[in-house]
């Protein structure tokens, strides 16, 4: 049922373009430029993913080793907020650091250094990459690290081990089970990043095969050519995570205790060091862009009329219908691959993002045309398709802790006779509260950011706040679109804040 | 509202997990519940529907008044459908075919005219081409100008005292000013520019190109990107339209934004509107088509749109247009030719700019 919720408008959506342009066109696939562009995605998009999951696992095991310290968990919201800010406005946050007149290059050249031009190209992209994807790996890794079972710390400590062995014995093998499904999804994000790679690349082959599918659906209305492009793009992200899937295992996990998880190596000097050592650079990498947006603040005053009153309701209710759906679809589909068809729904869950959005309503459209007017559907199409964009990261977060749920009491539950509801209560609940806060936080945000499916449909009586922003943007009012993009910064901040301040104490 | 979301989350996400079907009704609930929220309008009146742009129907754009001044006078009702620029209304135009709702279609642009005429969706509009204000001949029987503009070169003359003269000299002068424009593969003008080199350089257009990507920042999505880095500081020109100044005239009263002229003259950006043949308002469809000429509508559009009008409303350009340039050459590649070029030119692009 969730596989066929999930799979079949992917499957339909394509079959429509195609039938939209008459078939597919493989000569599209032997353009010169698509595989340059093939070429260039995958370089840049393994980097990007690279540098994410080094870095994010730094950043997790020193935000588990320092596990309270004043202003953590606003730490934590606020790098959260990178991961889903919409693509506009991360190229002006890095631009207003890094940039030609940006703050660091300014300081730079005070200070006597001319760097000249070196952003745009692979810089930009990898940079904007790592910020976005930087705090997401962290906040994955993190929830991983915190599931270690209190004893094994306890019994760390009593058995003396270094700071060094706790690390290759228990946190290794827990970050290891994440890495897989993490660095697919990044790749994935990387691979069909649109705005950002287009403005920061400086090039047109510095760019991703979204561009050529945009290029092919709306400039030429080439149906054919989008189809096959698109085909290509999910035959890519399927196949990079079945093979990923088929690669790795959950880890064998034995039931914990209720202790508070006090690690071992929290108090060891030199990794003291180094952790605050990591945990200062990579908040003054991920943080000064986003406080950049703080310069919106001055025309805030801007913001309360009607229409933006409007826009912000709108944009929260989709918000929410969002998460929920996400969260509910995720859930299910992590209860199909602990029932054993782990390989189809992790590959499932990838290849929605690797459709493109205006692709997969195009092609709907088309597709349903003899039964329904899908654009007709309007918000609850929209939150559907939101949905599946932000089931990738729903379904990551999630499934891990369900599967490590059943596999700590599954049997027992199975043996009491528990199921549906008390199943859930005592036996997932624990695991997953967290988790599924978190998720539904997380595509709440994805979805306050999100502009690609509103856009296709628009209409006067419905506008978000993304779509306001690039209204402003598009009619020159520069200082009002700063203070949207702080408006949307911050209620995404709030929605991590709270699934963090809600879910502090979960792990039991 | 963190809260009341949590608490929704809390209260609701129990009973999914009963069994899956009853996690497939609650779906279905939510759906519905969400479908039939939606306003259902009540309609006497004839109702007229417009496919068009969000920027033109949004906050900023002229669209809202223009609504109320139609209303006013048709004894009906306008709905707008807004899609997010002209080539997704395009999209979804050639997707829809013959079922399309829309009685009239406004702002699709001259680049996809033959395009959309291919389509064969639109009817004759009989307006007399002679009675619009354009830069040059315009004789499509289908599709009739509604606004247009120049694409220019804008720059701050505080930061740069010797804006190139013309399109030769941006692009052979080594040292010359960065710029950042639009893909064309993305944007209108970015279109345009790319429409405009190969006019002015013919088959050595990809020289021209290889010459001036070193002094090219970027080339973004969309307009909005392309201006933002430049008024963020970086580049020293965007490519915009003539009437850009216009706007930091108007509304912040800042006058060091200039446009360059170029020698060799400038591309026109022509925005169109045309009445669909399945209409089943035919004769309210064509007084669309009339009012949008008249001034009520042609007035909104120097300060609505930033662009000039396509037919000079009696009372004339407002205060902000007086200084605006006036390019001495209007360039305008034909319709048919784009429709037969664009791919080709977009590949020739695509191998001079790579490096």
């Known amino acids: 049922m969730a596989a066929l919720a999930v799979g079949l408008p992917v499957l339909v959506a394509l079959m429509g373009l195609a039938m939209a342009g008459g078939g597919l066109d493989p000569a599209a696939l032997k353009q010169a430029h698509v595989q340059r562009v093939i070429v260039f995605s995958t370089v840049q998009a393994f980097l990007s993913t690279v540098i994410a999951l080094v870095v994010g696992a730094a950043l997790a095991l020193a935000l588990a080793r320092r596990a309270a310290f004043p202003g953590r968990a606003t730490l934590i919201a606020l790098l959260s907020t990178a991961t889903v800010l919409p693509g506009i406005v991360v190229v002006f946050s890095i631009v207003a650091l890094y940039g030609r007149s940006g703050f660091v290059t300014g300081t730079a050249r005070a200070l006597g250094f001319e760097w000249g031009s070196w952003l745009y190209g692979l810089p930009g992209i990898l940079i904007a990459h790592a910020f976005q994807n930087i705090p997401f790996a962290a906040r994955l890794y993190l929830h991983a690290l915190e599931r270690t079972p209190p004893e094994h710390h306890r019994l760390a400590a009593g058995l003396g081990m270094t700071p060094f062995a706790i690390f290759r014995h228990l946190d290794w093998p827990r970050l290891k089970a994440e890495t897989a499904g993490l660095a697919a999804l990044i790749f994935l994000l990387c691979f069909i990043s649109f705005a950002v790679v287009l403005a920061l690349g400086g090039g047109p082959n510095r760019a991703t095969l979204e561009v050529a599918i945009y290029d092919a659906l709306r400039g030429e209305a080439d149906f054919a050519r989008a189809a096959t492009l698109a085909l290509l793009q999910v035959a890519i992200g399927l196949g990079l995570t079945l093979i990923l899937a088929w690669r790795t295992a959950p880890i064998a996990e034995e039931a914990g205790s209720r202790y508070a998880l006090l690690r071992a190596d929290r108090s060891a000097l030199p990794l003291r060091l180094w952790d605050i050592a990591v945990l200062i650079i990579t908040a003054l990498f991920i943080a000064p862009p986003i406080l950049s947006l703080l310069s919106g603040a001055f025309f805030i005053t801007t913001l309360v009329t009607p229409d933006m009153i409007r826009a912000l309701m709108t944009s929260l209710a989709l918000a929410t219908g969002t998460a929920f759906v996400a969260t509910l679809i995720a859930y299910a589909m992590a209860r199909g691959a602990i029932a054993g068809r782990r390989v189809l729904y992790g590959g499932l869950a990838y290849a929605t993002l690797a459709m493109p959005p205006f692709a997969m309503v195009a092609g709907l459209y088309f597709a349903l045309r003899p039964l329904a007017n899908v654009m007709a559907l309007g918000i609850p199409l929209i939150i559907f398709i939101n949905a599946l964009m932000a089931l990738p990261f729903a379904y990551r977060l999630i499934e891990t802790p369900l599967a490590i749920a059943h596999q700590r009491h599954g049997r027992l539950a199975q043996s009491l006779g528990m199921t549906g509801r008390d199943r859930l209560r005592f036996v997932e609940w624990p695991l997953l509260r967290r988790p599924l806060f978190t998720a539904a936080a997380l595509a709440a945000a994805l979805s306050l950011g999100d502009f690609g499916v509103i856009a296709f449909f628009g209409g006067s009586d419905f506008v978000t706040l993304p779509l306001m922003l690039y209204q402003q943007l598009g009619a020159y009012r520069m200082d009002e679109a700063s203070a949207t993009a702080l408006l949307l910064a911050l209620l995404v901040f709030v929605f991590a804040l709270g699934a963090l301040k809600e879910t502090g104490h979960a792990h039991s | ?355």
């Not at chain 2, 969706?121 to 307006?127: D, I, N, Y």
């Not at chain 2, 930091?248 to 669909?276: D, R």
């Open chain 2, 1 to 355: 509202m963190v809260k009341l979301f949590n608490h929704v989350i809390l209260r609701t996400a129990w009973p999914f997990t009963r069994s899956r079907t009853m996690l497939m009704r609650f779906v279905l609930t939510a759906a519905l519940a969400i479908g039939i929220a939606a306003p259902v309008a009540a309609q006497d009146k004839p109702a007229l529907t417009v496919y068009t742009y969000s920027s033109f129907t949004g906050k900023y754009g002229p669209g809202q008044a223009i609504k109320q001044a139609f209303e006013a006078q048709c004894d009906c009702t306008l709905n707008y459908m807004a899609m997010d620029d002209a080539g997704s209304l395009f999209a979804r135009l050639k997707l829809e075919g013959e079922s399309t709702k829309a009685d009239v279609v406004l702002g699709l642009d001259a680049n996809l005219a033959a395009e959309a005429n291919a389509t064969g969706l639109f009817a004759p509009h009989g307006v007399d081409p002679k009675t619009l204000s354009l830069p040059l001949a315009w004789t499509d029987p289908t599709l009739v100008p509604f606004d247009w503009g120049y694409l220019a070169f804008i720059y701050d003359e505080t930061k740069l005292k010797n804006p190139p003269k013309s399109l030769k000299e941006l692009v052979e002068t080594a040292n010359g000013p960065k710029i950042v424009v639009q893909d064309p593969r993305t944007s209108a003008p970015g279109l345009g520019f790319m429409l405009w080199m190969a006019s002015v350089y013919g088959d050595k257009a990809p020289d021209a190109w290889k010459q001036l990507r070193p002094r090219i920042v970027t080339f973004t999505k969309g307009w909005s990107e392309a201006y933002g880095l430049f008024l963020k500081g970086e580049a020293d020109m965007v490519l915009s339209y003539t009437t850009s100044p216009a706007y930091h005239i108007a509304v912040e009263k800042k006058n060091q934004y200039k446009a360059a002229p170029f020698a060799e003259g400038h591309y026109v950006h022509i925005e169109l509107a045309g009445v669909t043949k399945v209409t089943k308002q035919k004769e309210l469809a064509n007084r669309f088509i009339a009012f949008m000429l008249s001034d009520a509508f042609q007035s909104k559009m120097p300060e609505g749109n930033f662009m000039y009008p396509a037919r000079t409303p009696a009372a004339g350009l407002p205060a902000s247009y007086a200084d605006l340039i006036k390019p001495s050459k209007a360039i305008l590649m034909p319709p048919a030719e784009v429709r037969d070029r664009r791919r080709a030119l977009v590949d020739a692009w695509l191998d001079a700019t790579a490096r």
